[in-house]
């Protein structure tokens, strides 16, 4: 099946610093998207982005879908980003599930 | 963005006994909906797809026989836990896409179990 990794596995920013976190995928994607989990388990929808670029507020993603990687960019972070921040993917071609990657865990300090 | 409700969000039962979690599609309706296992600091699982009206469909691994599911309507997929054991005890999330869109997923708060 599909590999989904992320990078870095852990991450410890001071507040008001910008992040960078990386998805790489094994194979073509119909789907991509990225979710924050917060501390009681909710996964939030953060981008549905199988291609290109978007933006919302501090936080932007790109997908480049021909290289098999996607980014998640936080700006100006906050102690409320942190969290895991998941990326998972739907391979082209297997039907509809989503497949995890393993997460980021985002530590912002004060 | 679409609602899914999930229910409870926290359950302690007795070893032996079943528990079930319901997943409801609030504003949207879902063919498929499915459901993940998550072990503490752990990714999401897939566990089953759920299919309305229909059988479920199990990965390599999960008993079907433990972990019953049923999608009778378009908003509606449940998963029972029988004769829970100790190490059933896990978050278990479910999820949904709107069946006109197919596009994004959406995910429950999830239901957090413990078997005493």
């Known amino acids: 099946g599909i590999q989904v990794e992320q990078s870095p596995p852990d991450l410890i920013l001071q507040e008001g610093a910008n992040s960078t976190l990386r998805c790489n995928f094994s194979d073509s994607v119909n789907n991509l998207q990225w979710f924050h989990q917060n501390p009681w388990g909710q996964l939030i929808n953060l981008f549905y982005i199988p291609s290109g670029t978007k933006q919302n507020g501090r936080l932007s993603a790109t997908t480049v879908a021909t290289e098999r990687y996607s980014l998640l960019y936080i700006s100006s972070s906050q102690t409320t980003d942190s969290g895991v921040y998941f990326c998972a993917v739907v391979p082209g071609t297997s039907g509809s599930r989503l497949t995890f990657g393993e997460g980021t865990q985002l530590t912002v300090n004060p | 963005g679409a609602v899914v409700s999930q229910h409870p969000s926290r359950v302690i039962c007795k070893s032996g006994t079943s528990v079930k979690i319901e997943c409801r599609s609030l504003d949207f309706q879902a063919t498929t909906m499915f459901w993940y296992r998550q072990f503490p600091k752990q990714s999401l699982m897939l566990m089953a797809t759920?299919?309305?009206?229909?059988?479920?469909?199990?990965e390599q691994g999960v008993e079907k026989d433990k972990f019953l599911i049923n999608h009778a309507s378009l908003t509606l997929s449940t998963l029972t836990v029988t004769s829970a054991h100790p190490e059933d005890s896990s978050f278990y999330i479910c999820s949904a896409r709107d069946r006109l869109t197919n596009t994004e997923a959406f995910f429950g708060q999830g239901t957090r179990l413990t078997v005493v």
């Open positions: 759920s299919n309305e009206g229909s059988k479920a469909t199990y």
